[in-house]
């Protein structure tokens, strides 16, 4: 790769970690457009990464392209949601049957720790993204890493739709909560303890996931 195949890969890169966390924070709203001229001159990038920026966020399910219309931050319908759970619910309940009695807990741990200081920190996207891999991290332990992948990419799709309700409820919702809850879901993962493992995933409902 050339000097300059490299600089306007990063320019790319730069653009879709810039515009993810604008969008999974809840900077910026489902249905919100997003205005090539506008974004160009806030990133200070030209057209070109930015277009393949938002083709890579496309793929993602985070942005969607409207015929003569340009892009905007994805929707979701009452429907998608749902479905998202269910598909989520699944992957979840094969994953705890094939875990072995004594799993590797180390990604487990380190996700747990990261959500621990985010709380203290307030970040909330931080937290947001510490959920998701703790989360996909109790997937992983199934064994299917195929599966781990789409899980996360799942979880990325609800964190779309809660991140608004997120920035609405930061002020009211309890960090500490889900810190609490996730402690309970590790530490019924190390006791090997199945049903308490399925319990503790069935707090984690559309209501409460990522607050």
């Known amino acids: ?12 890169e730069l653009a879709v970690d810039r515009l993810r966390r604008d969008i999974l924070s809840g900077r910026t ?21 930015l277009r393949e920026a938002m083709r890579l966020l496309a793929q993602q399910g985070l942005v969607e392209h409207i015929p003569r219309r340009g892009a905007r931050v994805a929707t979701l319908s009452d429907d998608d949601v ?5 598909v989520r619910d699944v992957l979840e309940r094969h994953a705890v049957a094939t875990m072995p009695a004594r799993p590797e807990l180390t990604g487990l741990r380190a996700a747990l ?38 899980y996360e990419s799942i979880l990325v799709r609800i964190q779309l739709y809660m991140a608004v309700n997120m920035r609405r409820e930061a002020e009211t919702a309890r960090a500490e ?17 199945t049903e308490g493992i399925r319990a503790a995933l069935s707090e984690h409902g559309a209501r409460t996931y990522l607050t």
């Open 177 to 193: 909560d889900g810190v609490a809850r996730h402690e309970r879901l590790f530490g019924a993962i190390d006791a090997g303890d």
């Open 82 to 86: 749902r479905e998202l759970y269910e």
């Open 1 to 12: 790769m050339s000097d300059g195949e490299l600089a306007a890969y990063s320019l790319v």
């Open 113 to 150: 720790e990261v959500m621990r200081k985010a709380t203290e920190a307030d970040d909330r996207l931080e937290l947001a993204n510490a959920h998701r891999r703790f989360h996909t991290e109790v997937v992983r332990l199934g064994g299917n890493k195929q599966m781990a992948g789409l």
């Open 29 to 49: 709203d489902p249905g919100e457009r997003l205005v090539e001229e506008q974004l160009t001159r806030r990133l200070g990038i030209s057209r070109a990464p």
